[in-house]
């Protein structure tokens, strides 16, 4: 990849405007654009062309795929995969240690982009390099643990030898959403490669060039041009045709559309992973330290303009605590600075569309035609962006309106006072989802016990969500409608892997041998059964 040219003026970091500047016709430089979708797969003839949420410009005219790429794809994944699985763990991880070192090296140029498609700010941008990064250094480190051939105890000790195999599953279809472009794309397809898959990957329309970029990364530091590929195209046909034909789906969107993927994968018998939505609910107990919890809270309800699956929409504070944590909150949110720059100039960006807007805007409409009250924020900024919308606090939301239970996906969250813990507990477990929670108080260990009450998949202490999604070791993933599956960890490897059992016995057969009768076996079995059980044997 090409690095920005660091003596570039500083005004030359601010998106341009067509109107009088015709070679900013298009926000990324076109030459870019045609670099970047030489590795995609597309031969419909038809193209899209995608619109920047800072400005409304055009960003590029992409090429679309037909399934008929998408049955390329899959041939071109499968004769990649099978030398593939063959290599070395030890040459897989120090691929993915390069990657690491690749993606830091051009974290301007990706940020770049992902801000270009999906309107978000840079330091919620550098979030994703820094994510993939991570997720690539883990893995590197880690493969060996958790591939290699174990040895587990036999029926007969000694007797017969019996080791476990981690086989990949073939080609993984990874269909990826728009609102973390870059990692959401490639931190689920790391692990997969790195288990020994090649990978055929949908994202999201609004941000195929984020993940074209890292995938190009990938291509650089050597790894097999063919193993990952990447079509676009509309999600019920081209995710579709992924879901058809995919060994294991890895899908992340909303719970509706993963349903239908889950279903489809299903009728042939196909694993899935699938990361959704969430309702995620913040608990502030009467012992939190109210400036962090309101420092923490905004971070939790506004990265990304609350366009993240793990950001917190629902604020339960105690009583005891309320109005104090309320008024440090509301004067923090009224300090945040909205910007459509590439610069660190802004504390939120922007909603990354129309649908987006129209969501935020009618949620937040409704909740006050149904009486609750807008502390701080509710209103759109055109004057900022197309789809900026303000960082927005309610108050006396109730089950009636749309905001207490769905997922909003945007800069909206719903404050709530409690009396008890337990209450707290109860309305945070509401709900049909289960994807994060954070608790704010001094008492860690009582904190540590009432997450074990909470559903949700990931539960932060002192901190919003950040805290446990870049512990890499620690699985991520939801409860209930939030998800099934995880990614992280032992199992966001594991997922892309076959078990396989192999034994091998030797010298003593399972079976009563020649000269004895199935009654002295019978004999001889239950009397070794008895001794291997006070041995403690499994
Ligand atoms: P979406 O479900 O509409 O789209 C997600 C992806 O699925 C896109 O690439 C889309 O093109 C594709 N798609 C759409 N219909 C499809 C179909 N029938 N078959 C196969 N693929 C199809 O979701 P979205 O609006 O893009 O993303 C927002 C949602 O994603 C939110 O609900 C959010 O909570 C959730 N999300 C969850 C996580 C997580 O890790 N749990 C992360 C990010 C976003």
Redesign the pocket.
């Known amino acids: 990849m090409s690095r920005r040219d660091p003596s570039a003026p500083e005004h030359g970091r601010l998106p341009a405007d067509p109107e009088h500047d015709a070679t900013a016709a298009f926000a990324v430089d076109p030459a870019l654009v045609r670099r970047l979708t030489a590795g995609l797969r597309a031969t419909s003839g038809e193209a899209e062309t995608t619109y920047a949420p800072f400005t409304g410009q055009p960003i590029a005219t992409l090429p679309v795929s037909d399934t008929g790429d998408v049955e390329d794809a899959f041939a071109a994944a499968r004769a990649a995969q099978d030398p593939w699985s063959r290599t070395d763990l030890s040459h897989r991880s120090a691929l993915l240690l390069d990657l690491h070192d690749a993606v830091l090296d051009h974290a301007d140029d990706l940020m770049d982009l992902v801000q270009w498609e999906s309107g978000k700010a840079r330091k919620h941008a550098f979030d994703e390099v820094l994510h993939v990064a991570l997720t690539a250094r883990y893995y590197g480190r880690t493969l060996a643990r958790h591939l290699t051939t174990r040895r587990v105890p036999g029926v007969y000790p000694l007797f017969t030898q019996t080791r476990i195999n981690r086989v990949p599953k073939g080609v993984v279809g990874i269909?990826?959403?728009?609102?973390?472009p870059l990692t959401?794309a490639i931190s689920d397809g790391i692990p997969a490669v790195a288990a020994g898959n090649a990978v055929v990957h949908?994202?999201?329309?609004q941000t195929p060039l984020s993940a074209l970029a890292a995938i190009e990364l990938f291509r650089e530091v050597g790894f097999p041009a063919s193993l990952w590929q990447v079509v676009n195209g509309p999600?019920?046909v081209i995710?579709?045709a992924i879901?058809e034909r995919a060994d294991h789906v890895c899908?992340?969107?909303?719970?509706?559309?993963?349903r239908?993927?889950a279903a489809q994968a299903a009728e042939r018998l196909v694993s899935t992973s699938l990361?959704?939505?969430?309702k995620n609910p913040m608990l502030v107990l009467a012992d939190a330290n109210l400036d962090r919890a309101a420092e923490g809270a905004v971070r939790a309800c506004f990265s990304s303009a609350g366009q993240l699956?793990v950001s917190v929409e629902r604020l339960f504070v105690a009583d005891a605590v309320y109005d104090r944590f309320v008024a440090k909150l509301v004067k923090r949110i009224g300090r945040m600075t909205m910007s459509a720059s590439l610069d660190y100039d802004g504390d939120m960006g922007s909603l990354v569309s129309q649908r987006q807007l129209d969501t935020v805007s009618a949620h937040v409409a409704d909740a006050v035609s149904k009486g609750a009250r807008v502390l701080t924020g509710g209103r759109p900024r055109p004057e900022v962006g197309p789809y900026f919308y303000e960082p927005t606090l309610l108050e006396g939301v109730s089950p009636a309106m749309d905001c207490f239970a769905d997922?909003t996906?945007g800069p909206v969250v719903s404050l709530y006072r409690f009396g008890s813990e337990g209450e707290a507990i109860d309305r945070a477990n509401a709900g049909s989802y289960g994807?994060n929670a954070a608790i704010y108080t001094r008492d860690v260990a009582r904190g540590r016990e009432l997450a074990r009450r909470i559903k949700a998949g990931s539960v932060n202490i002192n901190e919003g969500f950040a805290a446990t999604f870049a512990s890499l070791e620690a699985p991520m993933g939801?409860m209930r409608e939030?998800?099934i599956g995880r990614r992280h960890g032992a199992e966001g490897i594991l997922r892309y892997t076959e078990t396989q059992a192999v034994a091998n016995q030797r010298l003593l057969p399972l079976s009563a041998p020649r000269m004895v009768s199935d009654a002295a076996f019978q004999k001889t079995i239950t009397a070794a059964l008895r001794v291997l059980k006070k041995a403690g044997r499994a």
């Open positions: 269909i990826s959403p728009w609102n973390y959401l949908k994202p999201d329309g999600g019920p995710g579709g879901v899908f992340t969107g909303s719970t509706a559309t993963g239908r993927v990361e959704l939505g969430g699956c997922e996906f994807l939801g939030s998800g």
